[in-house]
């Protein structure tokens, strides 16, 4: 993993060498644009049009509602005049805005996106701005930088999320609901919590099968490249010496059987972006990285399990190997790109279809473990009501592919190297940061059509986003002959007909449909967040706790309210004893999913788990929509008795705000009621 603050690959960068660039698109300075003012004409005071929606956030976490085209001209000239017809300038298509990014967080990441900025002729402010930007490009986490408006790619909460113990809480989580569709992550013990948990597992499995010969990896919470991992046979191996309260770490079962090319073991890095959080986004990059070892592979023996370029992945590692080969073309070295090993295995008869669909899978499910607690996350940072900014984020995948090709996730990135260069030894001890082919020819894309994604000013097409490179080439493919001078207008007025056809593939919502009956843990996130009561808050606390109760009508004559309290009371202590957050008192979400399935085990005994807990989210939902049926109705009559009163506004026809919330809510409300009756019945 690479922690946050921290990137694997070397600090220095020298400028990196460009990609080609198209003969119609050159390198120099983006044109100026009616929307993007030379700096110099801010420096005087002269503000840029700012676009339209710049500043204010739609309702949900992470939605996906941006800035829209900004259609008016710069304030007082009047060059683009309202009543001329939208995309039109004296008669001939308007120029596009450039969008503008400040990129002076950028950090690691700086040389990839500033290559990723020039091909698509967006604006770069590398020193920040004083007016607001598009779009906020930070190199480690949300809080880099205090912003209010724009987007920024990176989510409150994430860095947090993805660490080790947070990851394997999550994912524990939904193998209790659905132990088979989250087989992929390895059956792993939080230590040193659940140390004498491990041991006893560990001597059953044994004892119930004697040829069983298995090898642990220990993982320090929060490492990074491979920091502190080591192997070990038996449970008593674990090194208590570095003081597992103070470093806490998580044991997992260790992949003895990786899928070997050239018999090396190699893993892989796949770029994921979560583009909303609510809808929820998911795109997947088509092309990623393997990273190979650098010794041959064994299985796990005494006297290997100490080689790290044997066991270990981690180029940060392998790098330092004799044998380490940096790579000049995508096929061979120590780091190739994913495609590359797919085109091998598929000469080799491997069902390349098959393996990219379980990676899918992975990730679409590994996500909807994450996004829960996430929303937790945003709703602290970014109540509703605060006018911004919105998040995207790209994720570094990390994935073993076992022998018989079964994809396991070995962990999650929130801040993935974007470095595009490496560091070559020229002679002994002197040491040069080179290009390194490989990773520009991946990252760069990666970023630039993250951007293209988050593009504020793309008019929301009807058909889905992911549809946009199809688009792209379609318009040029049919539309244009190759070579013409209307092709060469177009490309200079829309750089992004130039450019290659996206990267990145939509998974979700695309596939919704499959993986929607998951979402279980976000449905009780959705319950918790409701009842925090005081915004920017993220633990319940006991008042909360019994409200939640008491609308969700969860207490009767067997539960009373006093047990309710003791459930709270317990729960909470464990959690809280646990040391994860102790910034807050109160119930975390973990601890109320906790408390949720207890609440659902004693309520619907014979039901498989998944089961028990979706019959408890129904039933909860119900009820709560009565009540906004009822509150509904109340403030209706209020309003009705206002209105008889003469109180209302003059024409009695505009709806205000606080009157369309509930008519929202009422749709909300019956919809549920229909779905609620429709499960009982
Ligand atoms: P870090 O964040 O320190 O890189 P990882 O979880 O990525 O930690 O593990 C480092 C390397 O160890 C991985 O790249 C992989 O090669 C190997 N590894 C990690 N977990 C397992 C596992 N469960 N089975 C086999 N190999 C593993």
Redesign the pocket.
């Known amino acids: 993993?690479e922690s946050a603050g921290t990137e694997p690959e070397p600090e220095r960068c020298p400028p990196a060498q460009e990609p080609p660039v198209s003969p119609a698109l050159p390198a120099e300075e983006p044109e100026r644009s009616e929307a993007a003012p030379e700096p110099q004409q801010e420096a005087e005071g002269v503000p840029p049009p700012a676009p339209v929606a710049q500043g204010r956030r739609p309702s949900g976490p992470g939605s996906k509602g941006q800035a829209k085209r900004c259609s008016a001209g710069k304030g007082g000239r009047g060059k683009r005049g309202s009543t001329r017809r939208a995309g039109e300038e004296g008669g001939r298509p308007a120029r596009r805005a450039h969008v503008t990014v400040d990129s002076s967080k950028a950090k690691t990441s700086l040389e990839a996106l500033k290559i990723s900025l020039r091909q698509l002729r967006w604006r770069e402010f590398p020193f920040g701005r004083r007016l607001p930007c598009d779009i906020y490009w930070h190199g480690v986490s949300f809080h880099d930088n205090d912003i209010f408006s724009g987007q920024v790619n990176k989510f409150p909460g994430m860095t947090e999320m993805v660490r080790?113990i947070t990851l394997s809480r999550a994912v524990r989580t939904m193998q209790d609901l659905f132990p088979e569709e989250y087989n992929f992550y390895?059956h792993s013990w939080i230590l040193p919590e659940e140390f004498p948990l491990f041991v006893a597992e560990v001597r059953m499995m044994k004892e119930s099968d004697p040829p069983w010969k298995p090898t642990f990896?220990v993982?320090p919470d929060g490492?990074?490249?491979?920091?502190g991992?080591y192997l070990i046979k038996d449970p008593s191996d674990i090194r208590m010496a570095g003081n597992l309260q103070s470093r806490p770490a998580v044991v997992?079962?260790?992949?003895s059987k990786?899928l070997l090319i050239d018999k090396l073991?190699f893993?892989i890095r796949l770029y994921v972006l979560l583009k909303s959080l609510e809808p929820l986004e998911i795109y997947i990059a088509k092309d990623g990285l393997s990273r190979f070892c650098t010794e041959p592979y064994q299985e796990p023996t005494l006297k290997n399990l100490h080689q790290v370029f044997m066991?270990?992945?981690?180029y940060s590692l392998n790098i330092h190997s004799g044998n380490f080969i940096h790579s000049d073309n995508a096929n061979t070295g120590s780091k190739r790109t994913f495609s590359s090993v797919l085109y091998r295995l598929s000469s080799k008869g491997v069902d390349i279809k098959k393996l990219w669909s379980d990676i899918i899978s992975l990730v679409i499910k590994t996500v909807i473990a994450l996004t829960p607690e996430l929303k937790v996350y945003y709703q602290s940072d970014i109540p509703a009501g605060k006018p911004g900014p919105t998040c995207f984020q790209i994720l570094g995948f990390?994935i073993?592919l076992m022998k018989n090709l079964k994809p396991?996730l070995?962990?999650v990135n929130a801040n993935p190297s974007m470095r595009i260069e490496h560091e070559q030894e020229l002679s002994p001890g002197v040491f040069e940061n080179v290009p390194s082919p490989v990773d520009e020819e991946i990252k760069v894309a990666v970023i630039r059509d993250t951007l293209r994604l988050m593009d504020p000013y793309k008019k929301k097409k009807k058909d889905n986003q992911s549809q946009l490179s199809e688009n792209a080439a379609d318009t040029k493919d049919e539309l244009l002959e190759p070579g013409s001078t209307d092709q060469l207008e177009h490309i200079s007025k829309n750089p992004e007909a130039s450019l290659p056809s996206l990267c990145l593939k939509q998974v979700f919502p695309k596939y919704a449909k499959q993986f929607n009956y998951l979402r279980l843990v976000d449905r009780m996130a959705a319950l918790f967040i409701r009842f925090l009561g005081v915004k920017g808050t993220m633990k319940l606390g006991p008042t909360g706790f019994r409200t939640f109760i008491r609308n969700c009508k969860l207490s009767n004559s067997n539960f009373s309210m006093a047990s309710v309290d003791i459930l709270y009371i317990d729960i909470t202590r464990r959690w809280n004893s646990m040391g994860l957050d102790q910034r807050e008192s109160g119930m975390c979400l973990q601890a109320f999913v906790e408390a949720f399935f207890c609440l659902a085990q004693r309520r619907y005994k014979s039901l498989p788990l998944h089961e028990q807990v979706a019959s408890l989210i129904d039933f909860c939902e119900y009820h709560l929509a009565i009540l906004d049926e009822k509150r509904l109705v109340c403030s209706r009559g209020m309003t009705e008795r206002r209105a008889e009163l003469g109180t209302c506004q003059p024409d009695g026809l505009h709806l205000t705000a606080a009157t369309h919330a509930p008519l929202l809510n009422r749709m909300t409300a019956a919809n549920k009621l229909t779905d609620y009756r429709n499960h009982r019945s």
């Open positions: 993993m080790k390895p990896i993982k490492g990074c490249q491979g920091d991992i997992q079962e260790y992949i990786p073991k893993d066991h270990l992945t981690n990390d073993l396991v070995l962990e």
